[in-house]
């Protein structure tokens, strides 16, 4: 059983936001949202989600100033940038390297690559290998999944 998240979903579109929060509640995670970029740091420091999906272009502060504002947080949570435009691997880079996100995800989005995304970032004890005790490092070692594409290990319970 995946233990429930509370997971920021930050976008200026209404819409966007509702379908995001709808795939994430029925995963059985707790959902907060944000409409602006500065609404999602205040929510990131008040709330203490586990993970914040944030939009790259949103009115009042751009997503990645607040991608990298949330970082700057005493226990900051993982940041996972969306976007439709900055999409070139350059982008990506900058988006960890300078803003400290954690990803940078492609919208749209399919249900399966938010939730294999989440699962990427916030391991759950049962993304775990079993392992004999002779292989101590390989237990420990969570299996990952990519958030650039549908990862089967991201459902498995």
Sequence with gaps: ???QRKVLVADDDRITREIIGGILTRAGHEVVFAEDGKSAVEKASTEKPDLVFIDGLMPKM???LACKAIKELDTPPKVILLTGIYTKQA?????KGTFGADDLLRKPSS???L?????????SETNYLDASENQTEERDRPIEAS???VAAAAMRE
């Design 1 to 3: 059983m995946v233990r």
């Design 62 to 64: 751009h997503g990645f």
């Design 91 to 95: 982008y990506k880079w900058e988006a």
């Design 111 to 113: 249900p399966e690559e």
């Design 115 to 123: 939730l294999a995304c989440i699962e990427k970032h916030l391991p």
């Design 147 to 149: 958030c650039d594409s």
